[in-house]
């Protein structure tokens, strides 16, 4: 295994370098996600209602207060938690007109993420700049049409190398807290997709068929970017355990673990973003996402073999397990 990692990891430090030539990156099967896996609808274009500027709104514990148009503004963004996080970077709060928009606008300030975009604390600083690269030059792109990881392409394309140097420097250092609760069950509420999944109110239960579904647990807080709102990852019964065989053992036929590359206790290496207490349903997008191409910057290559040895069980498995794991990041912070 160790012999694997270190045939394997200098590809790791691929992220500096440009794509790796297509006679030596692993061909993709063939796959064709299910829609729960990436559940995407198109971004509503036109006339969207005026965010009213009037009402002041407020979630528990923050000391401060901000109408739905402030909570809209991606120049100058709600930060309910001044004091939870260290000073932030003007690019994570303002950002750079008109198209570099601040990264605490999707991120949160203190990189908490969302289930729909990603988190961004205790990202190796080395990572994020290489990701921002691949935003860049479109190699890395939307798992679906209508996802919004092309967002990032406009955001990538309007800040300056100093600025992405800074914002990566900043969520380095931040702790991840993990905010999802993790569900073994038969059955879930019925959702309805949000830009990602929400409860349909007062539409009962149904069959969770295999699936995974994430949902904000008060979609209120989550829509004011509140940080402190917490998430709950439904999945099928039996569901960890496979998660856990799965990154342990590595997929069949690969018996490589996954804290091979991604670091002891999953919680990343230089190089490898952190798994562990992340998000599962955005974890399992960036499997989908690799294992379809639309991840396809030249470090993404090393994931190729993985992800076309798992199946989208497994992929929502491993997801759900590492989601469960503690994110441990206390120490550094
Ligand atoms: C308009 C919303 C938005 C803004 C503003 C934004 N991001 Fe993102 N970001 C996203 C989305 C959406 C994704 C992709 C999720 C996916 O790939 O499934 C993403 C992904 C990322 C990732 C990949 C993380 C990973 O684990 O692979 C990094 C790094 C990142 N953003 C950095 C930044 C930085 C730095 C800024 C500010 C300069 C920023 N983002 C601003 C929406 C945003
Ligand atoms: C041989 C080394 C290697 C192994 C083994 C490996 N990974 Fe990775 N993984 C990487 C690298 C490198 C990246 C970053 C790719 C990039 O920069 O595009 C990555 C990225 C990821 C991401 C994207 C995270 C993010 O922040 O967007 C996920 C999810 C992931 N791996 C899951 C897994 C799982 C699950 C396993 C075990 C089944 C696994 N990896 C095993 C090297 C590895």
Known sequence: MRALALLLIPSVALAQRPAASPARVVPLKPFAPPAWAVPSAPIPVGAAPRPDSTVWHHVAGSPRAYTMQQIGNAFDIPDWFPD????????????????????????????????????????????????????RDSSRKSASKDWPTNSMHAVAAGVTDDDVREAAAYFERLALTRRNRIVETTRVPVTRVETMLAVKEGEGTEPIAGRLIEVPDELSRHAMRDPTV????????????????????????????????????????????????????????????????????????????????????????????????????????
């Open 84 to 135: 939870a996080h260290p000073p932030a970077p003007k690019s994570v709060l303002y950002g750079t007109r008109p198209t570099g928009r601040a990264c605490g606008y999707c991120h949160l300030p203190n990189g908490a993420g969302r289930p729909e975009n990603a988190t961004l604390a205790g990202l190796p600083a080395a990572y994020t700049i290489a990701q921002m690269r691949a935003f």
């Open 230 to 333: 917490r998430y709950t990852t439904y999945v099928p019964p039996g569901t960890l355990a496979r998660g856990r065989r799965v990154a342990t053992q590595g997929p069949a036929g690969i018996a490589t673990a996954c804290s091979t590359c991604h670091g002891p206790d999953l919680l990343g290496m230089a190089g490898t973003p952190p798994l562990a207490g992340r998000s599962p349903a955005g974890m399992l997008r960036q499997l989908v996402s690799f294992r379809t191409g639309a991840r396809a910057d030249s470090a993404s290559v090393v994931m190729r073999p993985i992800v076309n040895a798992l199946t989208v069980d497994d992929m929502a498995a491993v997801s759900a397990y590492l989601g469960s794991l503690p994110p441990q990041r206390g120490a550094k912070h």
